[in-house]
């Protein structure tokens, strides 16, 4: 990917959207021995311990482990649904195609004192940068990927890298794990070990008994089995679908390294220990809720909310996305609700 010095005439809140020249990887620095990095108006660069962001006018400072989790699943959920905020103050916004990378702009702070600053992207554009970044920035004993004590620690100079750990890709079934030709179950002869904290979920597999001629129509698969190979968290993989019907379950421990910004109803089921929430206002940041769910749990997250969650033991879930292009549309001028019941 060819790529030259930004312009970094700033374009806070402006139509023009920016492309692959608007962008830099930068050279190495000497003493630290990490590239910087520039989108747009926005300059990143990291230190032994933090990663820091600059835009005209404004600055921002982040432990480097808090910066590489959230820029990783940025990375690897395609900018995912809506927003996705590393913190209060940092994040982007998918509009399916395009991107907008921000600072402020979901901080009430920020937005009342005229201090905000955003830029729109061609998607294209911005994710070569965002891979490079988390590439360049992740040693080789870090898997931004991993529970932290599953993992290395990211401080210090330059140490090699990764790249097995951040390029891993996202798992993204056509119809469902395990039917053929589709994305095969986990298992130890392919490199999935069952995690530590699930030694005691059963293996087994279901018995299927197909009527000839039907072989590739007809599956099962023990999903609690399959949950307890994951090797990464908080990442959520679509192992079913159903024309926009995608469930997507996932392994959680430690904190959701982001906090995510719906713009549709969000189903999680909880199918096993415990998982606290954090619930707050999607365009302010004001807290609205604490919910904890357990095993059997079922929440629906609102379309104007954000959310990060916690959770100890290694836990369970199951994210069921309505993944029609439709629904942001349709929230915004009023003809879908942002709760999926009223009562």
């Not at 357990?294 to 369970?316: E, L, N, T």
Request: proline residues 6%.
């Amino acid at each position: 990917m060819a790529m030259r010095e930004a312009d970094t005439t700033p374009h806070s809140h402006g139509a023009d959207v920016l492309t692959e020249k608007d962008t830099a990887i930068l050279p190495t620095d000497n003493e630290t021995g990490y590239r910087a990095f520039r989108a747009g108006s926005f300059s990143f660069r990291r230190d032994g311990y933090f990663a820091r962001i600059s835009w005209p006018g404004g600055t921002h400072t982040l432990p480097v482990d808090v910066f590489l989790r959230a820029l990783m699943r940025d990375v690897a959920w395609g900018f995912f649904y809506g927003t996705v905020n590393f913190d209060d103050v940092i994040g982007t916004v998918n509009h399916y195609g395009e991107v907008t990378l921000f600072a402020g702009l979901f901080n009430d702070a920020y937005r009342n004192a005229g201090r905000d600053f955003s830029q729109r992207f061609a998607s294209e554009a911005l994710m070569p940068v965002f891979k490079a970044m988390v590439g360049d920035w992740t040693n080789a004993n870090y898997d931004p990927f991993a529970a932290p004590m599953e993992t290395g620690t990211p401080w210090g100079t330059k140490n090699g890298n990764n790249d097995e750990a951040v390029t891993r890709t996202r798992v993204a079934a056509r119809r469902m794990v395990g039917l053929p030709g589709d994305t095969p179950l986990r298992s130890d002869d392919n490199g999935f070990p069952v995690n530590r904290q699930f030694s005691d979920v059963p293996q087994d597999q279901p018995l299927v008994e197909v009527e000839p001629g039907f072989e590739n129509e007809v599956s099962a698969y023990n999903l609690f089995g399959y949950l307890s190979r994951s090797d990464v968290t908080w990442n959520p993989s679509v192992c079913s679908v159903v024309g926009d019907s995608l469930f997507c379950p996932t392994s959680e421990e430690f904190t959701l390294p982001v906090e995510h910004g719906n713009d549709r109803c969000e189903w999680f089921i909880t199918l096993s220990d415990e998982i606290d929430w954090d619930i707050r206002d999607r365009e302010t940041g004001q807290p609205r809720a604490k919910v904890i769910t357990k095993a059997g749990d079922v929440s629906c997250m609102p379309a104007d909310i954000r959310h990060k969650g916690f959770a100890d033991k290694r836990a369970m879930l199951l994210v069921w996305e309505n993944g029609s292009p439709k629904i942001p549309e349709l929230i915004a001028k009023g003809e879908a609700p942002v709760v999926a019941v009223s009562f």
